[in-house]
């Protein structure tokens, strides 16, 4: 009886020549692992330096824009303002035309008399052209006298005894307040009515 030996396919010269290859490519890959990971490294520093000179770039953009942005609202802040004092000026500019022609009046008149009444009659047309000016600009004045006192509107300058108006009544206005666009503008200075004090007795009754 013949026996047959059964060789192990691992012990043939072939694949001893494979293991051969392939202990060869593990030490390639381990060296190429060993080199990737600084190559890998340079190049995710240059990708940092470039996205960060990225972001740089656009800051500074950005900040260049923010910048124009602020001296253009503060441009146009001035400008608007200068538009609504210029337009508020030329309302009292007829005013200022109504004193010049007062003044060459009262040099051409030369009776007293007469002076005076043109004077008054000046005065008066100033007060009106004054008042109309303001009502346009939207200020109006504070009606106070006889009406309730009211803290919001009027400052109390003194309060005055007396019984023909009630407490807390305003009956004498001292300064006039005005409103500005229903808001207020100046408070009106009043005399506020309140009762008399109660007088004290001296002494005992007499019997």
Known sequence: ????????????????????????EDSGVGTRATANPVAQAQA??????????????????KAAELENFRK?????????????????????LPI???????????????NPHVRMQKYREGVELLYKQMGDTMNRLGVVPLEAK???????????LTH???????DDTVIQELRRGYLFKDRLLRPAQVVVA????????DGPAQP
């Open 160 to 166: 005055q005894e007396t019984l023909e108006y009630e």
């Open 44 to 61: 995710d520093l240059e990708a940092a330096r470039s996205e960060s000179e990225q972001w740089r770039e656009r800051f500074l953009r």
């Open 72 to 92: 253009r609202s503060n441009r146009e802040r001035a400008e608007a303002s200068a538009l609504v004092k210029s337009s508020v000026l030329a309302e009292f």
């Open 194 to 201: 309140c009762g008399p004090k109660s007088k004290k007795d």
């Open 96 to 110: 200022m035309d109504a004193c010049e022609r007062a003044l060459r009046s009262f040099d051409e008149e030369t």
């Open 1 to 24: 009886m013949t026996l047959k030996t059964i060789e192990d396919p691992s012990d043939s010269p072939d694949s001893a020549s494979e293991r051969k290859a392939g202990v060869a």
């Open 146 to 156: 006889g009406r309730k006192f009211d803290p919001h509107l009027h400052e109390a």
